[in-house]
């Protein structure tokens, strides 16, 4: 595992967090490397990671124990970070995950920030679950 970020490596440190044109005041926090890869693929995110390898889930037995919050936490607090993106999943347990850790590192002096839920690139509305429309009208935006 990557020493900083937990990911699966070979190395001490994975190439991400080896590269020097990261962001480093930004961190992304994701449930599995398979996530890290996918928000990769935006090419948007140019800050690094932190992977749990897992989420909150108490009756798979699934405590903050058995997450890597201690490294998590001391990563944000002896770093340069200064905004904790939550990038879990938007299932309850993910969204669990995402509320631990936000109350965890809310007196912590970073910004954090959880990402958005809305409709699919060139998704048309009628194709649409409601659960997906509802929260895309609650995190609307000005333009």
């Known amino acids: 595992h990557c020493q900083l970020c937990n990911t699966f490596t070979e190395d001490d440190l994975c190439g991400l967090c080896a590269n020097p044109g990261r962001d480093r005041s930004q961190l992304a926090v994701v449930e599995t490397p398979a996530d ?82 809305g409709l699919p690139v060139g998704g048309e509305l009628e194709f649409v679950d409601s659960g997906t429309l509802a929260q895309a009208l609650l995190d609307r935006r000005d333009i």
């Open 36 to 117: 890290l890869l996918r928000l990769e693929q935006t090419h948007t995110y140019r800050g690094l990671y932190f992977v749990l390898l897992g989420k909150l889930s108490p009756l798979d037995g699934v405590g903050p124990r058995q997450l890597a919050l201690d490294s998590l936490k001391r990563r944000v607090i002896d770093s340069e970070v200064r905004e904790v993106i939550l990038a879990t999943g938007f299932t309850v347990e993910g969204e669990a995950t995402s509320q631990y850790i936000g109350a965890w590192l809310a007196d912590r002096g970073v910004r954090l920030t959880r990402i958005a839920r």
